[in-house]
């Protein structure tokens, strides 16, 4: 996959879980917070597995190998959602988003300082901290309305 089209890719996913609060929030009020995040996550697996059955090239019986903390990316994400579903409806989704990128890039950038998970190191420039203190400052604006 050239580069190209892997930033539409991820465009696209951002575009995905930009709206996808939004949609599960809407669930929510049928269904309950809790409930709503379940479903959603059920799709997902139903959807990854449809996926990774038909043309995945891993291996799942590897899983035995990881380490325990490689097991909770899933948790991770349910509680992203889960804090997604219920913020949207109190605080409207572009706070919720601008918030959860600011904890996103901040935490991603400490990730790349210091290489942590086995990733390449990537030091925090001076022009990167002022890339994340200027997304802060956009996320305050957003959130005060």
Do not use: H, Y
């Not at 891993?58 to 991770?76: S, V």
């Amino acid at each position: 996959m050239n580069n190209i089209l892997l930033i539409i890719l991820v465009a696209c996913g951002g575009v995905a879980i930009a709206v996808q609060p939004s949609i599960n929030a809407r669930l929510a009020q049928k269904i309950g917070s809790i409930e709503s995040s379940m479903v959603s996550f059920t799709v997902g697996a139903i959807a990854l597995f449809l996926v990774a059955m038909s043309i995945g090239k891993g291996n799942l019986r590897n899983i035995t190998a990881a380490p325990w903390w490689e097991l909770t990316g899933g948790f991770c994400g349910a509680f992203f959602v889960t804090m997604t579903i219920i913020g949207v409806p109190r605080i409207g989704t572009a706070a919720v988003m601008a918030i959860a990128l600011a904890g996103q890039l901040t935490t991603a950038a400490m990730l790349d300082q210091f290489g942590l998970f086995g990733m390449r190191q990537i030091s925090l420039t001076p022009l990167r901290g002022m890339g994340i203190a200027l997304l802060f400052i956009g996320a305050v604006l957003v959130v005060r309305k």
